[in-house]
């Protein structure tokens, strides 16, 4: 496949150069005394988010990144020359583990952002510097320090603020290329996608959001059955998920409550903290039935799973919890326009109160307790 989001790689930084032993050696200049230089630096590995990079395909062939050592130092007092470093380019929304360890050394999540995977050794010190009044000629120096050696494991986690789950042939791929601008592979069988796609829906000039697509999930994805739960771990960077439901399948024997409730428990099985994402419903192929028909299958849909909430309107609240229920035919787009308007708005006010949050907590932390505060009464003291 081409989307490849997990790889595993060592980085090597460069060994610093060794100080140098040297001692001046000039006509007419008797004892000049040390001169023997510093080594060079070796050159540290660094990755860099970069947002023109969709997959880490480059890391799956070439396993190991070394870098150069710095020179060692010469006489004269000269310092050797420092190794380059390198720079690993990674789509942003990497992250980075130690596989040794298992912590996380980084996690790229804003383009042109840097970190240091590997630091370059320290060059060694001539013994231009152990030079002392009880040590005028000093015969020893120091050697270059090695550089880190890590292995990685990198994970890329693509960055959306919605994303699309559900069960194959479910019409998420329908409704982001009806939405946006992706053309994702359509077709009338299971598993059409293959790997996430990302699209951008732009509201106006100022105001868009990104919607990711993810292979259909099926039960058993947290224990591996399917495609999908290779990619669960795309929508925990998600700040909205939208369960999109087939509520005309070909089969009359597959009831869609009993599928919805499936990708329910595979979300809490898989992550607590992804099963509670807030998340809408997207009753979706209304088309394909008739107005009553449509009313009626969606009333038992949502008394089968226990979601009886109203439909979104114009008193639209905005509750990080309660799910909302949206009826929409996505190949004819019926009621996506609705349905991306009140993302919109959710979005732009949940970004608002996590601002105000921040903001808040921030101002807390730099406050002054009021019993701290001194007062100076020295102005109101009779000279």
Not at 267 to 275: A, G, P, S, T, V
Request: glycine residues 10%.
């Amino acid at each position: 496949m081409k989307f490849i989001d997990e790889a595993k790689i060592e980085v090597v930084a460069g060994k610093g150069g060794n100080g140098a032993v040297s001692f001046r050696r000039e006509k007419f200049v008797p004892r000049g005394g040390p001169d023997g230089g510093d080594g060079g630096k070796g050159g540290s590995v660094w990755a860099v988010a970069d947002e023109n990079i969709n997959t880490l395909v480059e890391y799956r062939f070439v396993k190991r990144y070394q870098a150069k050592n710095g020179e060692k130092g010469h006489g004269g007092d000269r310092y050797g020359k420092g190794a380059d470093d390198i720079e690993l380019h990674m789509p942003v929304g990497t992250l980075i583990r130690d596989i040794d360890t298992e912590e996380t050394v980084a996690d790229l999540t804003a383009h042109g952002q840097r970190v240091c995977l590997a630091k370059g050794g320290r060059g060694g010190m001539g013994n231009i510097h152990f030079k002392s009044s009880v040590n005028r000629a000093p015969k020893h120096a120091t050697p270059g320090e090695e550089g880190e050696t890590r292995a990685l494991q990198l994970e890329l986690k693509v960055l959306a603020d919605v994303g699309l789950l559900g069960m194959p042939n479910a019409g998420k791929s329908t409704l982001i290329s009806a939405v946006s601008a992706a053309r994702p592979k359509i077709a009338n069988y299971p598993f059409t996608t293959l790997h996430p796609n990302l699209g951008v829906v732009r509201m106006d000039e100022n105001h868009s959001f990104v919607m990711a697509d993810i292979p259909g999930l099926i039960e058993g994805a947290a224990e591996g059955a399917g495609l999908g739960h290779r990619f669960l771990k795309h929508l925990s960077r998600t700040g909205l998920l939208l369960h999109v439901v087939d509520l005309a399948p070909f089969d009359e024997a597959v009831s869609p409550a009993d599928e919805a409730l499936a990708i329910v428990h595979e979300l809490r099985k898989y992550d607590e903290e992804l099963f509670d994402k807030p998340r809408w419903l997207v009753l979706n192929k209304l088309d394909m039935l008739s107005e009553e028909e449509a009313q009626a299958r969606a009333a038992a849909f949502l008394e089968a799973i226990g979601w009886d909430y109203p439909a979104p309107d114009d008193r639209f609240e905005f509750d990080m919890i309660t799910p909302r229920v949206f009826k929409i035919s996505a190949l004819a787009h019926q009621g996506t326009q609705a349905l991306v308007q009140q993302i919109s708005q959710y979005l732009t006010e949940k970004k608002r109160l996590t601002a105000e949050a921040d903001a808040a907590a921030k101002a807390a932390q730099t406050a002054v307790p009021a019993d701290e505060v001194k007062t100076d009464t020295s102005v109101f003291k009779a000279e």
